[in-house]
C-alpha cells in the first residue's frame, strides 16, 4: 500500500501507459491471458510461412497423396479430413481468419458505437433520443435472422462476415459509451473547457474521449472473444468464405461429414479448443483492463 | 476614469423549473472599473454564484437572462457564438472553486493550462505555449517541471494555483474568482489569497470575488456588494461596510464574525436566526423582514430600492 502511494505520487515524470503496465502485470490473470494471445498472435502471424493456402483446395490435397481420415498417428501432427486435407494446417490458418475477424469486427463496433453513443452522450436532447430509437431498433432485432438476412445479401465472404458483426452488435456499445459520456459531460472540467471558450469538437476530443477511452478498451478486449463466437456461429451455419477455412469453418465441416460418428476427434477438437482457448485468454485480458480502468472493480483495494 | 471592465445593467436571472420559475437574481445593477474589485457576499443560494455565470454565459439553458453584462465593453448576450467564445477567457476568466473537479484527471496540468492559449491561438507554436506554461507555473509558485504532473499528483493548494495560472493564460481584464478557497486549509487559503492580491497588483487584473465570507472581502478587494434573496442590499467601500454596515442583514453577517480578544463576543456569539428565504416564495415587502431584528410592519408592504446612504454608499432599508 505505501509503496503504491509513493510511485503514484512521487515520480511525476511516469507515464500513464507506464503505470497502467505496471498495475497489468501484478494481475495473474492478466498475464496468463497475455501470454496465451501473444502465442496465438505469432502463430497466425507466420501461418503463411507454415502453411500454403493452396492445399485447402480437394483437387491439390488429392495430389499431394494424402490418405483420407487419417488419423494423428498416419498424419502427424494432427491428421486429414475427408477432403484429405491437413488439420494441423487448417487450425494454424483458422487461428489468423479467427484472430482476424475478431479484431476487425470489433473495430468496426467500436468505431459506430463510439461515434453514436459520444454524439447521443455529448449533444443530448431530440439527437440523442432520435439515435436511441435507432439504436433500440437494432437491439430488438434478434441477432442470428438479422446476421444471416445481412451475410446472405452481403454474400459470402471474410469482409461480408467482418461488416456484419459490426453492424449487428455496435448498439450495445453505443449505450454503454452514452451512459459514461453523460456522466462525463456532468465534470466541472467540462464547463470549464466550455467556459475558456472551446468548441463541442475540442472539447470532446480533449476531455470526453480520454476520460472515457478506458471503458471503450477494456470493452473492446471483452467484445473480441464474442466477435469470434460469432464469426464461429456464422460459419457453422455455413455463411462463412469456403476458400479460407476458420475454425469455424472446420467444426462446420467435420459434423457435416460426420467426424463425430467416425471418432474422428482430431478432426473437430483442435478447432473447438483453439476457439475456447482464445477466447478465454481475450476475456481474461478484458476483466483485468476493466478492473485497472474501473478501481471498484477490484477486489484487494 | 476609464472604461469599466464589467457593468452589470439590472440583471435578471430567472430559472424555469417543473416547480415553477424561481428568480434567483431580481435585477443586480453593478460596475467594475479596470483593475478594480469587488467583493460579492451572501448566504447560500442567494444568487451570488449565478451572477458568476451570468457573466461569461455559461447558465444552463433553464436559466432566463434579462437586462444587459458588459464585458470590456461588449454586451455578452447580443454576441454571436463565434463572437462569445472569444470573449471568454480573454476578457474575463474564472478561477473555479473545487480545483480537483476543475481539472482534466487524465491530463497533464501544462497541457490544460496551455489550452486557452491553443484555443485562443495566442501562441503560435507548441513550443511557444510550453514557454508561457512555464512561466505561468512559475508566476503561481509551482516549479516549471511540474508541467508534467497529473492532477491527483498535487496538493489542493497547487491544484488551485493551477487554476489560477490557466485563469492568466489568456492574460483576461477580469478575474472572477468564485469561492477560489472554498476546500482548502486556512494557511493554503491565505497563500493562495495573497498570491491573487499580488497577481492583481502586477498585472492591473480586476476582480470579482465570491465568497460567504465577509472578513476574506474586506482584506482583498476595494469595494463590497452584499446580496440577499437575489438583490444587492449593501455596496460601498469594503472597510467602511464591514466596520459601519447600514443594512440589518449586513450587521447580522458582520456580527458572525467573532474578534479575536473580544471578550463580549466571546460569550454572546452572535448571528442571524433563521435560514434564507426560499428564492420560489419570497416574503413580500423587503425579503428580509422576517428576520430583521428592526422590522417594522411598513417593511411587509414594499421592497426598498438602494438609497444613499453614505459616501459612496448604498443600502437597501427604510430606516436608512
Known amino acids: 500500500m505505501t509503496v503504491r502511494s509513493m510511485t503514484r505520487s512521487g515520480a511525476p515524470g511516469v507515464s500513464a501507459a ?86 476487425a ?51 459470402r465472404s471474410t469482409r461480408n462476415i467482418i461488416l456484419v458483426i459490426g453492424l449487428t452488435s455496435w448498439p450495445w456499445m453505443a449505450r454503454l459509451i452514452r451512459s459514461q459520456v453523460l456522466t462525463v459531460k456532468q465534470r466541472l472540467f467540462v464547463d470549464r473547457a466550455r467556459s475558456l471558450g472551446a468548441k463541442s469538437g475540442h472539447i470532446i476530443r480533449n476531455h470526453i474521449l480520454p476520460n472515457v477511452s478506458g471503458l471503450i478498451l477494456a470493452n473492446a478486449t471483452l467484445w473480441v472473444p464474442i466477435s469470434i463466437l460469432s464469426e464461429t456461429t456464422l460459419s457453422f451455419l455455413g455463411l462463412g468464405n469456403p ?15 460426420g467426424a463425430m460418428t467416425r471418432n474422428a476427434w482430431w478432426y473437430f477438437v483442435p478447432a473447438g479448443l483453439g476457439i475456447l482457448t482464445v477466447v478465454l485468454a481475450f476475456t481474461m485480458v478484458g476483466r483485468t483492463l476493466e478492473e485497472i480502468a474501473d478501481p471498484k472493480l477490484g477486489k484487494e483495494r | 476614469m476609464s472604461e469599466p471592465v464589467l457593468v452589470l445593467e439590472d440583471l435578471r436571472v430567472t430559472y424555469r423549473t417543473s416547480g415553477g420559475a424561481v428568480p434567483a437574481v431580481r435585477g443586480v445593477s453593478l460596475e467594475i472599473p479596470a483593475g478594480g474589485s469587488l467583493g460579492l457576499a451572501g448566504e447560500s443560494g442567494c444568487g451570488k454564484s449565478t451572477i458568476a455565470g451570468a457573466v461569461l454565459r455559461l447558465l444552463p439553458g433553464t436559466a432566463e437572462v434579462s437586462g444587459r453584462v458588459l464585458l470590456a465593453g461588449k454586451d455578452v448576450y447580443e454576441l454571436k457564438p463565434g463572437g462569445l467564445r472569444a470573449v471568454r477567457w480573454t476578457a474575463g476568466a474564472i478561477v473555479f472553486q473545487g480545483a480537483l473537479h476543475a481539472l482534466n484527471p487524465v491530463q497533464r496540468i501544462g497541457d490544460q493550462i496551455a489550452e486557452p492559449m491553443l484555443v485562443h491561438q495566442t501562441v503560435s507554436t507548441p513550443k511557444a505555449a510550453k514557454t508561457r506554461v512555464a512561466e505561468l507555473l512559475e508566476s503561481v509558485g509551482i516549479p516549471a517541471r511540474r508541467a508534467a504532473a497529473y492532477p491527483h499528483q498535487l496538493s489542493g493548494g497547487q491544484r488551485q494555483r493551477v487554476l489560477i495560472a490557466m485563469a492568466l493564460a489568456c492574460d483576461p481584464q ?5 469561492e477560489p478557497t472554498t476546500a482548502l ?13 499580488d497577481l492583481r497588483r502586477q498585472r492591473d487584473l ?33 472597510g467602511d461596510v464591514f466596520a459601519g454596515p447600514s443594512h440589518p442583514y449586513t450587521r447580522g453577517l458582520a456580527a458572525a464574525f467573532p474578534r479575536i480578544g473580544d471578550r463580549s463576543s466571546r460569550m454572546a456569539p452572535s448571528g442571524l436566526g433563521g435560514d434564507p428565504p426560499d428564492p420560489a416564495a419570497l416574503p413580500a415587502g423587503c425579503p428580509f423582514h422576517p428576520r430583521c431584528p428592526l422590522a417594522r410592519p411598513e417593511c411587509r408592504e414594499a421592497e426598498p430600492a438602494l438609497r444613499i446612504s453614505g459616501p459612496e454608499r448604498r443600502a437597501a432599508c427604510i430606516l436608512v
Open chain 2, 206 to 238: 480586476a476582480l470579482l470575488f465570491i465568497t460567504h465570507d465577509l472578513s476574506l472581502l474586506t482584506t482583498y478587494c476595494d469595494r463590497l456588494a452584499i446580496m440577499y434573496a437575489g438583490r444587492i442590499v449593501e455596496e460601498g467601500p469594503s
Open chain 1, 243 to 257: 476458400g479460407n477455412p476458420s475454425w469455424g469453418k472446420t467444426l462446420e465441416e467435420a459434423f457435416a461429414n
Open chain 2, 174 to 178: 477580469l478575474l472572477i474568482a468564485d
Open chain 2, 185 to 197: 486549509d486556512v494557511m493554503v487559503q491565505a497563500q493562495v489569497l495573497e498570491l491573487l492580491a
Open chain 1, 105 to 155: 469486427a470489433t473495430a468496426v463496433t467500436m468505431v459506430i458505437g463510439t461515434a453514436v453513443g459520444v454524439i447521443a452522450g455529448y449533444r443530448g436532447g431530440r439527437l440523442d433520443s432520435f439515435l436511441m430509437r435507432i439504436t433500440e431498433w437494432f437491439l430488438v432485432i434478434p441477432f442470428l435472422p438479422l446476421a444471416i438476412a445481412l451475410a446472405s445479401v452481403l454474400g
Open chain 1, 18 to 103: 507506464g503505470s497502467f503496465w505496471r498495475q497489468f502485470r501484478r494481475s495473474r490473470q492478466g498475464m496468463i491471458g497475455l501470454a496465451i494471445l501473444v502465442a496465438f498472435g505469432i502463430l497466425a502471424l507466420v501461418a503463411p510461412l507454415i502453411v500454403d493456402p493452396a492445399q485447402f483446395s480437394p483437387v491439390v490435397a488429392r495430389t499431394l497423396g494424402n490418405p483420407q481420415w487419417a488419423p494423428p498417428s498416419e498424419f502427424p501432427p494432427l491428421g486429414t479430413d475427408h477432403l484429405r486435407r491437413s488439420v494441423w494446417a487448417q487450425f494454424v490458418w483458422g487461428s489468423r481468419v479467427s484472430l482476424t475477424v475478431g479484431l
